[in-house]
């Protein structure tokens, strides 16, 4: 009777390890690798392939931005105001952000795509490190086509109310909010492609 009394604790005890590890696995791989994936296919829109309905849907009849600061990356003061006459997108983002990550490449894409046509995609780091950590990062993500802009001190995080990473901002070629969108989203794909035409052309 005392050697049942005894195994049977241990195996109570040896199923509930198994349970709590089988939960902590199932818990790791629904946030590292479920949630993030989840997230991404909402934000291409309905169906998943139509990133550009979301933009089109945070539509705003926006100000004119100004007094918005930040710096490029020779330490030079840049104000929003230095990119009228182009269409803007105005993107915040960290390298400690894993949607912001994802977002760079398309980003860079993105400007490939229509920068001769006048569009400035304008990538401003929020990190509080030095510019020569975001030039690493740049060179190990062979991001060619983005220009290196830094907001180490928050002073455009500020003047835009940042709430949370990433944010983007499109604006006119007037400084005029355009809309804004909170999140991850496909930049590079051929409907936002279309959409930011429109504006380009005037619409």
């Not at 195994?7 to 993030?36: D, E, H, K, Q, Y």
């Not at 994802?102 to 400007?111: C, F, G, T, Y």
């Not at 804004?180 to 051929?190: S, V």
């Amino acid at each position: 009777m005392t050697v049942t009394r005894t195994r049977r604790p241990r195996a109570l005890s040896l199923a509930l390890g198994v349970i709590i590890l089988i939960g902590f696995a199932v818990a790791s791989v629904t946030v590292l690798w479920v949630m993030p994936r989840l997230s991404e296919q909402a934000a291409r829109g309905p169906g998943g392939d139509d990133p550009a309905a979301i933009l089109e849907a945070a539509r705003v009849a926006g100000p004119v931005i100004e007094g918005a600061t930040f710096r490029d990356g020779m330490g030079r003061t840049v104000s929003l105001t230095d990119f009228r006459g182009q269409v803007v997108v105005l993107n915040l983002w960290a390298t400690w952000c894993g949607p912001c990550l994802r977002e760079m490449p398309l980003l860079d894409r993105l400007q490939e795509a229509l920068g001769a046509e006048g569009l400035a995609v304008v990538a401003v780091s929020t990190d509080r490190g030095p510019v020569s950590d975001l030039r690493t990062f740049f060179q190990s993500q062979r991001l060619r086509h983005l220009p290196l802009y830094h907001d180490r001190a928050g002073d455009l995080a500020r003047a835009l109310r940042l709430e949370g990473l990433p944010t983007t901002h499109v604006l006119d070629r007037d400084g005029r909010l355009l809309a804004t969108h909170k999140g991850y989203l496909a930049w590079d794909h051929p409907s936002v492609i279309a959409w930011l035409r429109g504006h380009l052309a005037g619409g």
